[in-house]
């Protein structure tokens, strides 16, 4: 087992074995014919926290991604630039910008996105 595992998949583990171990009780307790009633809240309500910790994996996942992207574009950028001579930097800046910007829109649209998304969880 990987002890060096990322916060957010120790967490989306955790509440998914949680979430498991509750439904696994409660058939358990439906076969052996005892009272199932606790399990009408507890299956919900740890339903819910694996939902939401699916959302922030999910999330972080994609902003990750983004700045991947982001990084992979400066680097090209920087090759382009040291592969002509400097009389070609201005048009190859020019032509990149656009990306550029449209790169970092992407960014700040998926950040805030992420910053701004609520999360329900429904109990009943």
Avoid at 72 to 101: R, T
Avoid at 102 to 124: C, G, H, P, R, Y
Wanted: hydrophobic fraction near 45%; proline fraction near 2%.
């Amino acid at each position: 087992m990987n002890k060096n595992k990322e916060f957010s998949k120790k967490l989306l583990n955790q509440t998914r074995d949680i979430f498991i171990a509750s439904l696994i009780a409660a058939c358990v307790f439906a076969w052996q014919g005892k009272d199932t009633s606790v399990f009408m809240y507890i299956i919900p309500s740890t339903g819910g926290a694996y939902g939401a910790a699916i959302v922030f994996y999910l999330n972080k996942a994609k902003i990750e991604n983004v700045f991947k992207g982001k990084i992979a574009f400066l680097k090209k950028k920087l090759n382009l630039m040291m592969k002509y001579p400097s009389e070609y930097h201005e048009e190859i800046e020019s032509e990149l910008s656009k990306i550029d910007a449209a790169l970092d829109s992407k960014i700040d649209s998926t950040m805030n996105e992420a910053v701004q998304e609520d999360i329900s969880i429904q109990n009943f």
